[in-house]
């Protein structure tokens, strides 16, 4: 039996999905400074109009222009799996489909977003991007992004997965970019942070203060953030649009739908296409799996507070650990955010999720028995995803019920390979953020207005 | 407009095209010590009796089991591209499509026989594999194999390699394999050669008398080679068939066929499905891309020599540079192999191909171009085929000759980046072998006999 549901050329979608129009609640506004709502022009220092008009946009589809088109040729449609190999290793009555988004250049679900935001930057004149990266996915993808457009393009890394994994910051030097470990010398908000905590492991927070302030300085410089935001939300529902014509192709569909979540974009990029099934009475469980040492949707109260450190960012009402959390160094890179993106964070909030949380050792543990049944060896963030399939595969069995599991496989592991040594050396420990430094953490938000 | 080139699951082949039922001068016998051909029997201790007889068949059409279709499925067909950003890059009167085989598991074309092998070694019994790995492409695609077949899976790496690329010997090991660097204490092949030359970089034949050594010695043991072999270049000859179904469909014909040939597999696997053609009279440019450090087609003689250091394996009829050649440590692993495919070297005595070498900088130059037009990174083999297209189209500029150049784009570089590193810094140097070298190394070959 073939396991590969391919999609024709002709059938990748031709417009993205855009969840805000259909939003049981609606988002609110971010607020400025002040605590009053911002406008568009308040962010054109730091994004190009045309993006800015998709963030706040409530149109329901959204062209995708022909040169995105073009680049998304390159590894679009992704291929939907069914993992027979694995569903026959956990022997429970569950079929497992996945879209495997690790064959992208950059080997995950980032540059559906990456080709994109370079594409509209490129289209306003801009020259060149500054961004945050944690693991280093969001900086490849958005480095060969901005070669392919012909921009500059600068990543400010943060400086645990920096050094954890120094092969993502060479990979974005063969396509030109530029990569420095975060916080770094070359911007206020990085001294500041170096001069109180000079051996900090840096959080995507510190990173992205660093990037904005590159970016407000220099009129032909803009900053391009690769998770959270409601345009990169959008971007990503190619996934899931391209996923539900693949099920439909094998008439199967979801009754759990799961994706590692960070900043929420593979998530939401799986599953927001079908999010309106839901509203509309289907029952489908979505579980974002986060890791135990960051659990922004599980643990986290929904606030008003900034997507970076230094509090350069516009506050946006979100589920959040506090802008100035740094959490522990698991390898996961890309799941340590302190936020969480506004419309995920809406609809846990409206009872639509059933957000869980896992520790990083049985994510390794799921992640060695998916590559050697399953082939492709997945990145920890994705082994998050593949944790939460296991737990709800065995509950499946518990339960004696037979369901349906769609996946997001959001990028392949071959940049981890020293997480998954130490872990089958025995050095990896878990984390679980205590009560106490919960309270410590959110206390950053006190002063923030309520949403 | 989109570039690239699906084929339905239904349409991946379902037989490999054997060319020794279609060789204009049939392949003389491998050679026994004592100078007599060898009969099937003799490898039975090294190979499954099923993969002896692939290994001499003459049928010109052979099934692929459904289990290795299962596997194959995971990432075949592969996808055919058609580079256009790359020639407008070019600017050259050429139209350029590769297959892109990295899209498989472990990297490269290297599981289109790892799982065929695998398959045929179960079902003939065995319960463990040993091998040999340059680059560490093959070593991680039989461990792959081993893992889905339930095999276990012994490699043997070139020290050189096993140093300069760390992390594909983890790569093995999350799949289960057991990689150590050649040559080692493990067999008396190794403690051999450590003894006269403890400092060596070590070399394939080394590594091949390792993996030899351990499967004759245990006889639920058998030795996979990764290249060079009848068996080997069947299998990989889904990469042509695919890729002729491909450019049927846009209503093409390369003029040019291009492959990095180490021991011969990927530059097998697409050109061999086109040889009759041209043996019809056809004219098609075959041309296999080799290391000037390691110039096997281009320098070497055709002569009986062993696969191996030690002399272990039967004597082939095969371009070899003397089975005792120890390569420069360029980063090209995979193609630092003192022989070449009896097959391969037969074609090219006949004069049905024109290979060509190439320095590593240039390799690399071109590599990089390619990863910033076309996002892709490839591997520093792959770029030697990179480097012969760019050759190629700007000889088409030159002649004002129009041409269609389809290449084997035969795998990514995410394992090799510390190789683009020290390119991009200029500690790379371009080395060739000098006449004397040449002279010398091919010396241990004097007393075998002539083909």
Excluded at 189 to 207: E, Q
Excluded at 211 to 237: C, F, K, W
Excluded at 259 to 287: M, Q, R, T, Y
Excluded at 417 to 424: A, Q
Aim: glycine residues 8%; contains cysteine.
């Amino acid at each position: 039996m073939s396991q590969k549901i391919f999609l024709r050329d002709d059938e990748i979608p031709r417009q993205w999905y855009n969840l805000q129009a259909d939003m049981p609640t609606p988002l609110r506004s971010p607020l400025g400074r002040d605590g009053k709502p911002i406008g568009p022009e308040d962010l054109a220092s730091v994004f190009p109009m045309n993006l800015i008009e998709q963030e706040i946009s409530t149109e329901r589809w959204i062209d995708i222009p022909e040169e995105v088109l073009d680049a998304y040729s390159l590894w679009r449609p992704s291929p939907l799996y069914r993992a027979t190999e694995f569903e026959r290793a956990l022997g429970c009555p569950v079929k497992i489909y996945y879209k495997n988004e690790g064959v992208s250049p950059a080997g995950s679900h980032k540059p559906n977003t990456a080709v994109a935001q370079a594409y509209y930057n490129k289209a306003f004149g801009i020259k060149r991007l500054t961004t945050e990266t944690g693991a280093g996915q969001w900086g490849c993808a958005l480095a060969m992004a901005c070669a392919r457009f012909g921009l500059e393009c600068k990543v400010f890394m943060v400086r645990i997965s920096f050094e954890q994994k120094p092969f993502r910051r060479l990979m974005m030097g063969v396509w030109g970019g530029n990569c420095v470990p975060s916080p770094s010398q070359e911007t206020q908000a990085g001294r500041n942070v170096l001069a109180r905590a000079p051996d900090t492991p840096g959080s995507l927070g510190i990173a992205i203060s660093e990037a904005i302030e590159q970016a407000i300085e220099d009129p032909n410089t803009r900053y391009a953030l690769g998770s959270v935001l409601n345009h990169v939300m959008l971007h990503q529902t190619v996934i899931g649009l391209e996923a539900r014509k693949q099920m439909e192709r094998v008439n199967a569909y979801p009754d759990i739908i799961i994706g590692c979540a960070g900043g929420g974009s593979n998530f939401a990029g799986l599953a927001f296409p079908f999010v309106l099934d839901k509203i509309h009475g289907k029952e489908i469980d979505f579980i974002p799996a986060e890791p135990k040492a960051c659990p922004t949707l599980t643990r986290a109260p929904f606030a008003y507070d900034h997507g970076d450190e230094a509090g350069m960012t516009p506050l946006m009402p979100m589920h959040s650990l506090g802008h100035k959390f740094i959490p522990a160094p698991i390898h996961a890179g890309g799941l340590r955010y302190h936020g969480m993106a506004p419309l995920v964070s809406r609809l846990a909030m409206d009872g639509l999720l059933r957000p869980q949380s896992y520790h990083q050792r049985e994510c390794y543990e799921a992640g060695i028995l998916w590559a050697r049944t399953e082939g492709f060896i997945p990145a920890p963030e994705t082994s998050h995803a593949i944790a939460a399939v296991v737990a709800e595969a065995r509950k499946a069995k518990e339960e004696g019920k037979e369901k349906t599991i769609l996946f997001n496989w959001s990028g392949h592991g071959l940049l981890d390979l020293i997480g998954y040594d130490r872990f089958m050396r025995g050095e990896l420990q878990d984390v679980e953020l205590s009560e106490e430094e919960l309270r410590d953490c959110v206390r950053c938000m006190d002063s923030h207005p309520r949403p």
